[in-house]
């Protein structure tokens, strides 16, 4: 590749590079830099010779999002396998315009830890030791879990039979819908910077991205921007009238991010603290003093959150890293219900916000999880980027082409075959949808993605799933949701979980009872903004498999405390083993024994913080330990079964029974 010199002003790396899916034979990496890259790939295991590796087009496949940024997309297929279990260090070198070569010592320091010269990665031969968690929002007052789980790697480092995995993102990796009005500007600003392509906006007010970047309504009042006609009422609420939840939490909206442009810049400022140097004087628009208010509110948020965000990068770069969608990567409730997906799809400017931020998701998170398939859409998107040549503008019929593409894709799951399998569901486009009332909640998989899990886990004798809704939530709050729902307020409390479509449900029952799937299964998830840990045994069946529902969540968000308690304490009393209530339940057949955090107050079964999770499995994919990292600094929190060391009042709280 001939190198391009980067522009004047910017580095020649603005993101990465992340750790993808790795395996001994074949690494993928994700990285941007400001213009095409001539790369080479070091990699010096630990007791052996170096390997040079030059990036060609064979194995970096380069889109152009802008005038001056590049998504390198890095996979590499090696002739001779990478040693398991050991320290590999790696670098990527750039040859500069000079000739010479700058390491990401050079070009991005605040990846290394304290001494090293180069990252490193490893191998494991086996995913027993697994960090997991959802839900990162920038602007969320918490600290960020990704910053607490790089103190726990530096800690671990050099000792590769400590180091976890993976890192399995399961959801909200970034909040399109959820955007403070500071990360807005620094968004607009480094649009500009890079020259981000611009593009037409068929059925809104404005005409196109400029126009939608200048409005006086461009901030905190997005929704005004909607066609202001009758017929897009529940659009105009959809997407940006911020549904008012008082039972859970309060969604905003009204930053909503709309081009696909804005997207991406959100991927790179959120991932990198090097883009946020090329906006340090982004000034804040004229704001209305209600909003002004709010921005510096969330401009403190915003401060912690880039002071964190070093170290966030580095763990991206030193651990494999898997991630799923869930809804606020594209949108909030995202295919919630068959009417949502009629309201939002049958309207050009809606179809096109959720489609924008599906490529996006494609581009920065989809295609590390499997690139192999990935290929055609991947042709069509720079066919797209080859039409902004001219005038940095996308052409909107191949635009739409695109994401009408990716609306219909259907391979946005993987299996990785390690001990134990990992299988990473897709509970958001391929839904059971509720045909006879359509404003219900469609069930999180059809029948047709649930037999295909089957067949998955044929003759597996234990399995990680990753469904980022847990498959196992909180009864009460699953009550809670079902009466909004036959009340018409589905959208309201965001009635989506497992239990809420009977079809889904009972399909999902009757894997784990098949005679040929696993007898132990750990279900990883997030969404909720609390976690918790059950282990669920399922009895009416010749044999009794253990599920163990494990949520981490969030990252970098909380559930309101006062409320969570309370709803927390009326799940105990009205749930309990013993309660008559379990008999009208879809869980009458299974048997509950909840771990209980040991720093718990009052019998508490779920933890409210923000933080990082991490499970370690046994041979046979048992949790031998499930803890929650907490990223406010106090001391994690493990999740312990009664035979765990609880104290006998504790034990008594907690005894297995039906709910």
């Known amino acids: 590749m001939t190198p391009t010199p980067a522009p004047e002003g910017l580095p020649p790396v603005l993101a990465g590079p992340l750790l993808r899916r790795l395996e001994p034979g074949r690494l993928v990496l994700w990285l941007v830099g400001s213009a095409p890259l001539d790369l080479t790939l070091v990699l010096a295991p630990e007791g052996e010779a170096s390997r040079r590796l030059p990036l060609d087009a064979g194995c970096c496949r380069v889109i152009r999002v802008g005038r001056h940024a590049c998504v390198h997309l890095i996979d590499v297929a090696l002739t001779e396998p990478l040693p398991q279990d050991t320290i590999i260090e790696y670098d990527l070198l750039v ?54 789980a790089d103190a726990l ?38 649009i500009r910077r890079l020259g981000l392509y611009a593009e037409c906006l068929q059925g809104a007010v404005v005409a196109d991205s400029e126009a939608l970047y200048r409005h006086p309504a461009s901030y905190y009042r997005r929704e005004e921007l909607l066609p202001a006609v009758k017929s897009n009422d529940a659009l105009r609420d959809r997407f940006f009238g911020g549904s008012e939840k008082p039972i859970f939490t309060t969604a905003n909206a009204h930053n909503h991010l709309v081009t696909l442009s804005e997207v991406m810049a959100m991927y790179l400022l959120v991932w990198s603290p090097v883009p946020w140097r090329l906006v340090a004087d982004a000034a804040p628009p004229a704001l209305e003093p209600r909003h002004a208010q709010r921005w510096q509110c969330e401009s403190q948020a915003l401060a912690g959150f880039r002071g964190d965000l070093p170290r966030a990068a580095r763990l991206l770069a030193h651990v494999q ?98 001990q134990p399998t990992i299988i990473v569901l897709d509970t958001r486009t391929r839904r059971w949808r509720n045909r006879g009332r359509p404003g219900h909640p469609s069930g999180l998989m059809d029948w047709e993605s649930l037999t295909e899990l089957q067949h998955e886990l044929l003759d597996e004798t234990a399995a990680v799933i990753v469904s980022p809704t847990p498959m196992f939530g909180v009864k009460l709050i699953e009550v809670v949701q079902r009466l909004a729902t036959f009340l018409g307020a589905a959208l309201t409390v965001d009635a989506e979980n497992w239990m809420a479509h009977r079809g889904a449900a009972g399909s ?85 024994t909840p771990h209980l955090p040991d720093q718990r107050q009052e019998g508490e079964r779920v933890w409210n913080g923000a933080g990082i999770g991490q499970v370690w499995l046994d041979a046979q994919g048992r949790p031998v330990r499930i803890v929650q990292h907490n990223a406010d600094g106090r001391p994690s929190t493990r999740f312990l079964a009664p035979d765990q060391g609880a104290s006998p009042a504790v034990a008594a709280e907690q005894p297995a029974g039906k709910r």
């Open 508 to 592: 999902m029952l009757n894997i784990f009872k098949h005679s040929r799937t696993p007898g132990n299964y750990v279900v990883l998830s997030g969404d909720v903004h609390y976690s918790f840990a059950y282990d669920v045994e399922v009895r009416d069946s010749d044999r009794v498999p253990h599920v163990w529902q494990i949520t981490s969540s969030g990252i970098k968000n909380e559930f309101p405390r006062r409320l969570l308690d309370w709803l927390d304490r009326l799940n105990r009393w009205l749930y309990s083993p013993r309660s008559p209530l379990n008999w009208f339940t879809q869980r009458r057949d299974l048997v509950f």
């Open 153 to 190: 790697l530096a800690d671990q480092v050099e000792q590769a039979e400590e180091r976890p995995a993976m890192l399995m993102l399961c959801g909200d990796q970034v909040y399109a819908d959820d955007v403070a009005g500071p990360m807005l500007a620094a968004i607009h600003a480094l």
């Open 95 to 148: 040859t500069q315009d000079d000739g010479k070569e700058a390491g990401i010592a050079q070009w991005a320091p605040h990846l290394l830890h304290a001494g090293a010269t180069r990252p490193n990665l490893v191998l494991r031969s086996r995913s027993d030791n697994i960090l997991f968690g959802s839900c990162r929002k920038p602007h969320h007052p918490a600290r960020d879990g990704l910053a607490r």
């Open 321 to 418: 890293t898997l991630m799923i969608f869930d809804d606020h990567d594209i949108t909030d409730d995202w295919n919630l219900s068959a009417k949502w997906e009629t309201t939002a799809y049958e309207h050009p400017f809606s179809r096109r916000i959720v489609g924008n931020a599906l490529v996006a998701y494609m581009l920065c998170q989809g295609w590390g999880n499997r690139p192999e398939v990935f290929g055609a859409a991947l042709d069509d998107l720079a066919g797209l980027i080859d039409t902004a040549a001219g005038d940095d503008r996308f052409d909107a019929p191949r635009q739409d082409a695109l994401i009408d593409r990716l609306l219909a894709f259907r391979k946005w799951d993987f299996v990785l075959r390690t």
